[in-house]
């Protein structure tokens, strides 16, 4: 099981965790349960807070990491491989190489284990 926080730009705040696991291939996400709208959370977790929910699995999980990797079907995206000494598409891998940042907000994740 691989474990990440889910962290702010500034580094100051943790928002929640994401796992990873080997064995089923499969994330999972937990959002702090105590944050208030007075942190001015980022709209990602900002949206599933209103809906009740501090933890995604599943699909909505996967849909996360898949909003902040590079698709599999990139153009170049066997180049993109080789010059990152991967040999296959794994979504763990690519997340690892951008330590789960985007364009459209300012997360991204640091490994604890």
């Avoid at 990491?65 to 010059?83: A, C, H, M, S």
């Avoid at 040999?87 to 640091?110: K, N, V, W």
Wanted: charged letters at 35%; a positive charge; hydrophobic letters at 30%.
């Amino acid at each position: 099981m691989r474990e990440y926080l889910i962290k702010g730009q500034d580094g100051k705040k943790t928002w929640g965790k994401l796992y990873y696991s080997d064995k089923r291939n499969s994330f999972r996400i937990v959002f702090r349960s105590d944050i208030t709208m007075d942190e001015k959370p980022p709209a990602y977790v900002h949206r599933f807070m209103t809906n009740g929910r501090n933890e995604l699995t599943g699909e909505l999980a996967q849909m996360w990491v898949n909003d902040r990797i590079i698709p599999k079907d990139r153009q170049n995206i066997d180049e993109i491989l080789r010059r990152n000494g991967l040999h296959y598409y794994r979504e763990i891998d690519m997340l690892e190489l951008s330590m789960g940042r985007a364009t459209y907000d300012d997360l991204y994740l640091e490994r604890v284990c």
